[in-house]
T-cell receptor, first 115, second 110 residues
Framework: GAVVSQHPSRVICKSGTSVKIECRSL??????MFWYRQFPKQSLMLMAT?????????EQGVEKDKFLINHASLTLSTLTVTSAHPEDSSFYIC???????????FGPGTRLTVT | RKEVEQDPGPFNVPEGATVAFNCTYS??????FFWYRQDCRKEPKLLMS???SGNEDGRFTAQLNRASQYISLLIRDSKLSDSATYLC???????????FGAGTRLFVKA
């Protein structure tokens, strides 16, 4: 199956700092990328959907100024958590979907801990 | 009502048992359906797509009932390695928005 990578896999940062997470589709062009957040023992929650070259569509309750998404190319999307706070500590997962694929391929996730 | 609902479990079954999970969805315009598997602290991985005609992959059988708006997953001859959380996934109209169920936890014991 298709491969999606995420970097970093784990990050610890201090409250008030910003963190950037990269999501790359390695062997296909991802026309659409999705960003999810998962708290312990909870389901994946979609944060936003982005199409290459256009602004991301955020789900209700997700602050677009706090979670900046850039989908600059067909193989790269980034999520920047700005002014992170402890409540932003979570498992962030991206997924990518190509133009001809109906399934989504998930990155391995990034575990963010804000101290 | 949640858009996608699953029994959270956990289901505790012995090796070799047959276990079935159901999932209901609220949007009748939903287009496509999947089961994903998620191991602890890992990303979800596609287990199988779900078609109206039903589909089988080894010990796994998935079925879709559009009239009743539910999908099911049947696992036969459970293995220890089947222990995981199984996520029901529904793509909305136009296949654009993906909704995940909260997952059903399965523990297979020796």
């Amino acid at each position: 199956g298709a491969v999606v990578s995420q970097h970093p896999s784990r990050v610890i940062c201090k409250s008030g700092t910003s963190v950037k997470i990269e999501c790359r589709s390695l062997d296909f062009q991802a026309t659409t990328m999705f960003w999810y957040r998962q708290f312990p023992k909870q389901s994946l929650m979609l944060m936003a959907t982005s199409n290459e070259g256009s602004k991301a569509t955020y789900e209700q309750g997700v602050e677009k100024d706090k979670f900046l998404i850039n989908h600059a190319s067909l193989t790269l999307s980034t999520l920047t958590v700005t002014s992170a706070h402890p409540e932003d500590s979570s498992f962030y997962i991206c997924s990518a979907r190509g133009a001809v694929e109906h399934e989504q391929y998930f990155g391995p996730g990034t575990r963010l801990t804000v101290t | 009502r949640k858009e996608v609902e699953q029994d959270p479990g956990p289901f505790n079954v012995p090796e070799g048992a047959t276990v079935a999970f159901n999932c209901t969805y609220s949007n009748s315009a939903s287009q496509s359906f999947f089961w994903y598997r998620q191991d602890c602290r890992k990303e979800p991985k596609l287990l199988m797509s779900v078609y109206s005609s039903g589909n089988e992959d080894g010990r796994f059988t998935a079925q879709l009932n559009r009239a009743s708006q539910y999908i099911s997953l049947l696992i036969r001859d459970s293995k220890l390695s089947d222990s995981a959380t199984y996520l029901c996934v529904v793509n909305g109209a136009g296949g654009f928005k993906t909704i995940f169920g909260a997952g059903t936890r399965l523990f297979v014991k020796a």
